[in-house]
Nanobody, 122 residues
Framework: QVQLVESGGGLVQPGGSLSLSCATS????????LAWYRQAPGRQRELVAM???????EYADSAKGRFVISRDSRKQTVNLQMDSLQSEDTAVYYC????????????????WGKGTLVTVSS
């Protein structure tokens, strides 16, 4: 059974930092793309950052220079370090695991965590 469990959300002041972690189980960790998405109230879910199974990374423009995604194969976790947080970063952050053997593969297998709330406010 696949499980993705996020932790580390909370309330932080503007300009502050927060570190999210997602514990995974039930997947072949090293071949999955692991990502963080977020969904703010009234908005669609959007990609924040992705750690690809081939070792590459992708970041949303809003995350570049502020957020860093990392994966720990020993602990089977994917982490998101968020610095210089602003009010517009307030959202529920979701962990995602996707198996896509090649980029154009039409039917990837993917799993989602239940999310963790990040609130940036003074």
């Amino acid at each position: 059974q696949v499980q993705l469990v996020e932790s580390g959300g909370g309330l932080v002041q503007p300009g502050g930092s927060l570190s999210l972690s997602c514990a995974t189980s039930g997947i072949i960790f090293n071949i999955y793309n692991l990502a963080w998405y977020r969904q703010a109230p009234g908005r669609q879910r959007e990609l924040v950052a992705m750690s690809l199974g081939d070792g590459n990374f992708e970041y949303a423009d809003s995350a570049k220079g502020r957020f860093v995604i990392s994966r720990d194969s020993r602990k089977q976790t994917v982490n998101l370090q968020m610095d210089s947080l602003q009010s517009e970063d307030t959202a529920v952050y979701y962990c995602n695991a996707e198996y896509r053997p090649y980029k154009a593969f039409a039917n990837p297998t993917e799993y989602w965590g239940k999310g963790t709330l990040v609130t940036v406010s003074s």
